[in-house]
């Protein structure tokens, strides 16, 4: 599968990119370790954990909305995933992290609509054990980035619906 990545380094060209540094890079900064518990209670044996995957996403204008919230200077690279591949909906990351003090079954029903997707979401971040780096591309242009953020905004509006007194930053 071709998807894109965004990453804050320069990857050459054939590079394989296994397991992730999410969790250190990201996740331990924000203290937000507790997130990746509720999710690991919730997730699927079949499904990988997400602490031992690359992240990728379909519509490098999806992946341009998240490198550039996540990163100042970003490299966006297009990869070929191994076959290994599920589709989450990101904007439930986002909503658990900003929900930290809401029921623990609204957490789980969270949890379970990551890994069991029920819904239709616009923002699909793809997780897979690896992924092969075929080539750097260019950032996509600034109206490419509000396409993606109106996505977003679109998944959050679903969330709001379906899971009532959520707090969506």
């Not at 690359?54 to 999806?62: C, G, L």
């Not at 297009?78 to 986002?94: L, N, Q, R």
């Not at 950032?139 to 490419?144: C, D, E, K």
């Amino acid at each position: 599968m071709i998807n894109f990545y965004v990453s804050s380094k320069k990857i050459p060209v054939g590079t394989q990119i296994n397991g992730s540094t999410y969790y250190e890079s990201v996740t331990k900064k924000r203290n937000n370790e507790w997130v990746e518990s509720i999710l690991e209670k919730k997730r699927p044996v079949e499904s990988p954990r997400r602490l031992d995957c690359v992240y990728s996403f379909k519509e490098v204008e999806d992946l341009a909305y998240y490198g550039d919230w996540l990163y100042g200077q970003v490299y966006y690279h297009k990869v070929e995933t191994s076959v290994d591949v599920i589709a989450c909906p990101m904007v439930i990351i986002g909503l658990i992290q900003s929900n930290e003090q809401i029921e623990e079954v609204v957490q789980n029903k969270l949890a379970e609509e990551y890994w069991n997707s029920q819904l239709e979401w616009n923002i699909l971040e793809y997780l897979s054990s690896s992924f092969v780096v075929l080539e750097e591309i260019e950032p996509p242009a600034l109206l490419n980035k509000v396409e993606g953020m109106g996505r977003y905004n679109r998944d959050i509006s679903l969330a709001k619906r379906v899971f009532p007194g959520l707090i969506a930053d």
